[in-house]
């Protein structure tokens, strides 16, 4: 049975950015895990060839971000399109040869990430204006008070598989499991701006490095063990966030790809089943698909 | 070949920082609760090396002064360069020409924490300027097998403290308590020479903590930014106090970072005497 919320009590907020450029300084360099310089694109402007469904990790890239990244050139404006947009929030072009595509959110991480086609994405650019449909904060699930809902629009509740189980636990299908030595940069932040970035996920590097997340894609969601996202992201024994990766390779130490925060609870609240097909491209971010 | 260099000393300028909150007081606690921060940064009164980090109901409390600078880049260069043990002496005020030193760093914006004596941290305030001797970046001793390395500390320092070469390849380090790797907490994948980490502990999870004590981390590599790597162990000095934020807990300053074949961490929980305010001169 799917989960009752409090759904049809949400509002809809017009939210407006635009397509932001990558960002670097002119020391140009950064340094990877065995003290490695590196210059690599990902984070900032539209990041092609990588959408939900692909692998996260294997690329020459830092902080791959998929598609679009977004945010509001006014500070007090941009944290609200941070913490109000939620992930598959439907997002139109409204500038520049894109103008009329509708992507989706798949993710925070300082940006706001889109996802579009490739052939949409081909045509954007930085400065390309967007507007966002933003509902899903203050979404609540009516049977299961002990689970906080972060960054997670009614749509994707509604797509996602699973739901309230016979015992009362929230059934959640994920596609990969993630152990508590893995959170990375991002612990200690707020569950609403950003993404919990995953170490031990750097392909091509040592064994010492790995702890079996190589195989991660773009958009799957994911259950991180101990975690407990309700008010900001740490660690606590016995709790557990469900998350959806909305980014990339990392070759930056202590980062890597990251799930944005979507559900975090007492553990024993939910039921997992293990499920490959639990990521986004199942449900959305196919072209023109409006979604709420 | 690092190891025929000589450090270098520089005098950095570093402010008394006031503190800082925007238009709510309010943070929120890993419960959901909000709560006014209270010691997070500034200039601490009540609060010494040998202190529990439970002690007070505070939010990353440190035990001094927080020093600051306000441009942006030179707050960066006063926090890099900084290590534990250099000297400080305050340039103006009314404790002016009373000598500290530093005994630790913190991350985000950047804080030097600068101990001093209780009677003249009683005369200092916000904005009184402290110039420190900084030396120690760098700097790698002659005696430090290699696969180690060392960060943040004055080159007097690892005599003073309880760090020893045990084998012709290892070193040995008495420490409070050995934490696992999940219990990283903020300042992973940040760089070490900057920050601090956060440990995610709260009073009653059986780690007393003292400010000053050393501690180590298993599988946390602190070469450069600090993030998981199976096999090696990261030892670093206590520096402030707990915090009630979700991923915070009271954070040490990295300072010895090897594989676990190199780096022999030996947990004290009782006898364990790290940081002093005696090894520093500072009674």
């Known amino acids: 049975m799917k989960a009752a919320s409090n759904a049809d009590r949400l509002v809809s907020q017009v939210l407006t950015g635009e397509v932001w450029p990558p960002l670097a300084d002119r020391h140009g360099y950064r340094v990877g895990p065995d003290g490695q310089p590196f210059v690599l694109p990902g984070m900032g402007g539209v990041t092609l060839g990588v959408h939900c469904g692909d692998q996260a990790a294997g690329y020459a890239s830092d902080h791959l971000e998929p598609g679009a990244s977004v945010r509001n050139a006014d500070p007090a404006a941009n944290m609200a399109v941070q913490f109000l947009t939620c992930v598959s929030n439907a997002v139109r072009v409204d500038s520049g040869p894109a103008a009329g595509a509708i992507g989706h959110v798949i993710g925070q991480h300082a940006y706001v990430l889109v996802d579009f086609t490739e052939a949409e994405a081909a045509q954007l650019t930085a400065g390309d204006a967007v507007t966002i449909i933003a509902v899903g904060q203050g979404l609540r699930l009516l049977e299961h008070q002990s689970i906080v809902v972060k960054n997670c629009s009614p749509g994707l509740l509604e797509a996602m598989p699973g739901g309230t189980m016979p015992d009362g636990r929230l059934e959640v299908h994920v596609a990969a499991r993630i152990p508590a030595e893995a959170i990375g940069a991002g612990v200690g932040m707020i569950s609403e701006y950003a993404n919990t970035d995953l170490m031990g996920a750097y392909a091509g590097l040592g064994d010492d490095l790995s702890l079996g997340l190589e195989s991660l894609r773009i958009g799957d969601i994911v259950a991180m063990a101990d975690q407990d996202h309700r008010y900001g992201r740490g660690y606590r024994a016995g709790y557990l966030t469900i998350g959806v990766i909305s980014t990339g390779q990392c070759m930056l130490f202590g980062h890597g790809p990251g799930p944005s925060s979507l559900l975090s609870g007492p553990a024993d609240a939910f039921s997992l089943v293990d499920d490959p097909d639990a990521n986004l491209a199942s449900w959305f971010h196919r072209a023109g698909q409006d979604q709420r | ?283």
């Open chain 2, 1 to 283: 070949m690092s190891a025929q260099l000589s450090a270098v000393a520089v005098n950095l300028l570093g402010l008394v920082e006031h503190p800082e909150l925007g238009d709510s007081p309010y943070r929120i606690d890993a419960d959901g609760k909000p709560y006014v921060p209270v010691g997070d940064g500034g200039l601490v009164l009540g609060l010494a090396l040998g202190d529990s980090v439970f002690a007070v109901d505070a939010d990353h409390a440190a035990p001094g002064v927080c020093l600051t600078h306000r441009d942006e880049a030179a707050r960066h260069a006063l926090v890099l360069y900084s290590c534990i043990g250099n000297q400080a002496e305050v340039r103006t005020g009314a404790a002016a020409g009373a000598r500290g030193a530093v005994i630790g760093k913190r991350g985000e914006n950047g804080r030097v924490i600068v101990g001093f004596r209780p009677a003249d941290l009683a005369r200092m305030r916000p904005g009184d300027q402290v110039s420190v001797r900084s030396r120690g970046q760098g700097h790698r001793p002659a005696w430090l097998p290699a696969g180690i390395s060392v960060m943040n500390l004055d080159p007097e320092l690892p005599a003073k403290l309880p760090i020893s070469q045990v084998e012709d390849h290892a070193v040995g380090a008495s420490v409070r308590t050995v934490l696992p790797a999940r219990l990283a907490g903020n300042g992973l994948g940040r760089p070490a020479a900057g920050w601090d980490l956060d440990l995610q502990l709260g009073a009653g999870d059986g780690h007393d903590l003292r400010l000053g004590d050393l501690v180590a981390i298993d599988d946390i590599d602190a070469r450069f930014n600090m993030g998981f790597r199976g096999g090696w162990v990261s030892v670093g000095i206590v520096v402030h106090g707990s915090s009630p934020l979700p991923g915070h807990g009271p954070g040490m300053t990295p300072i010895l970072t090897g594989p676990r074949s190199q780096v022999v961490a030996r947990p004290d929980r009782d006898g364990h005497a790290g940081l002093t305010a005696g090894l520093l001169q500072l009674w």
